[in-house]
């Protein structure tokens, strides 16, 4: 005779708690030389060590800024270590799950109405691309590029007129699903570009002559994920052979120099690159579609958090790309721009040398595919809240993050063909 659960018992059975995070810390550490950073390496290999920034272990190189979080349990072995070496570090975060809950730092004004400063959730950001289509059918369109591993829908937004044949910036957020300052940007670009045309002088010169392509969440099933299970979850859920780890780092999955790095390798890192270029379905979705209308898009911009940066090609050499001088204005008249609203100061400059060498990444992929204006921003703020950044920041993240890609759209408008 079997025994059958009745099916709400399966249900409650399978379903996981959510990760919590109770007295975990982030600490800061910057070694003075190649010992020290020695040492940091040592103790990745011997703890798990979530790194923040930057990325990976490899990277990890004297006179660099290192953020990494660290378990309660683990964190007394490593302050002594620490100590021992005479390693100053400074804690960044105390209790990272009470930082977690103050997050939400924003009362909704009228529930049901999306909230551009507030995060939202999957769920909300669907009903949201619905809204925006219904709302401004002459301006908004909304195309199903593909699906992801969970089969939830890669929904692009398309702003501007009907005409293919106009140039075109392709643009997406949420690559990594812990930074959820990226696909609040996606959204908030998305309802100013709508509200503000023909009340804008730039916005309306812009949608009058261009169309924009916005991927408000790359990672869909990572973003859930992050929501639902485990607020630092970074990759996709994508199953690995022969590995119980779980997920590709798709921002290493493109067919650039894939998998030239060893951090790319293992698939129980962050950083894992996948089996093979383009292996992963939301990548896919993103090549085919971008490889499609490869006439009309002058420009591509991904936005990540966190470090307040604005990233061009190379990741994977220290060569620059031939068109690195114009590159290099882009870059710098747009954090110039982006500093005037409220003096946020971002760096500029080739992602190997201006935060470190990365492969498979889409900016060198596009770039080589012959978009010759290929950015990466990586979002508020500079370590305080990490990826963690509170509500109360999304508007003023978001509204000096706008002038900077007006800019970049003006420019690109102007100086391509």
Not at 116 to 144: C, F, G, L, Q
Not at 192 to 202: P, V
Not at 253 to 280: D, I, Q
Not at 368 to 374: Q, R
């Amino acid at each position: 005779m079997r025994f059958i659960l009745p099916l709400g018992l399966i249900a409650t059975t399978l379903a996981i708690a959510p990760v919590r995070f109770d007295r975990e810390k982030v600490l800061r550490v910057k070694p003075q030389d190649e010992k020290q950073a020695n040492i940091i390496k040592d103790l990745a290999k011997t703890n798990q060590l979530d790194f923040w920034y930057p990325d990976a272990i490899h990277h990890i190189a004297a006179s660099m800024t290192i953020d990494f979080r660290v378990s309660e349990k683990e964190f007394h072995s490593i302050q002594s270590a620490l100590d021992q070496n005479k390693m100053h570090y400074e804690i960044l975060i105390h209790d990272l799950q009470e930082e977690i809950e103050k997050q939400f730092d924003v009362k909704e004004d009228i529930p049901g109405r999306h909230s551009y400063a507030k995060y939202n959730n999957w769920d909300k950001i669907i009903a949201w691309t619905e809204k925006m289509v219904h709302k401004h059918p002459e301006m908004v369109s909304r195309i199903k590029i593909g699906t992801t591993v969970e089969d939830n829908p890669l929904y692009v937004l398309k702003i501007g007129k009907r005409d293919e044949r106009r140039k075109a910036i392709f643009m997406d957020c949420g690559i990594h699903a812990r930074e959820w300052i990226s696909p609040a940007f996606c959204q908030w670009f998305v309802y100013q570009a709508a509200k503000t045309y023909r009340k804008n002088k730039i916005m309306t010169k812009l949608l009058d002559r261009m169309n924009f392509y916005v991927l408000p969440v790359f990672n869909v099933d990572g973003y859930i994920w992050s929501w639902t299970q485990n607020r630092m979850w970074r990759k996709n859920r994508s199953k690995n052979q022969n590995s119980k780890c779980i997920g590709t780092d798709l921002n290493r999955n493109f067919n650039v120099s894939w998998n030239s790095f060893p951090n790319t390798k293992n698939p129980c890192l962050n950083t894992y690159g996948g089996p093979e270029p383009e292996s992963e379905k939301e990548t896919k979705a993103v090549t085919d579609f971008i490889r499609s209308h490869l006439k009309s898009i002058k420009a591509y911009i991904t936005f990540h958090s966190y470090s307040q940066m604005l990233l061009f090609p190379y990741g994977y050499t220290s060569k620059l790309p031939a068109n690195h001088k114009d590159l290099a204005k882009v870059a710098k008249i747009g954090t110039d721009v982006l500093a005037t609203r409220y003096e946020t100061r971002y760096i500029y400059g080739p992602i190997a040398s201006t935060i470190y060498p990365t492969s498979g990444s889409p900016l060198d992929w596009a770039y080589n595919l012959g978009i010759k204006h290929t950015f990466a921003f990586e979002l508020r703020d500079k370590g305080k809240f990490g990826f963690l950044l509170p509500e109360s920041l999304i508007k003023p993240t978001c509204k000096e993050t706008l002038l900077a890609v007006k800019f970049i759209a003006k420019y690109i408008l102007k100086h391509t063909s």
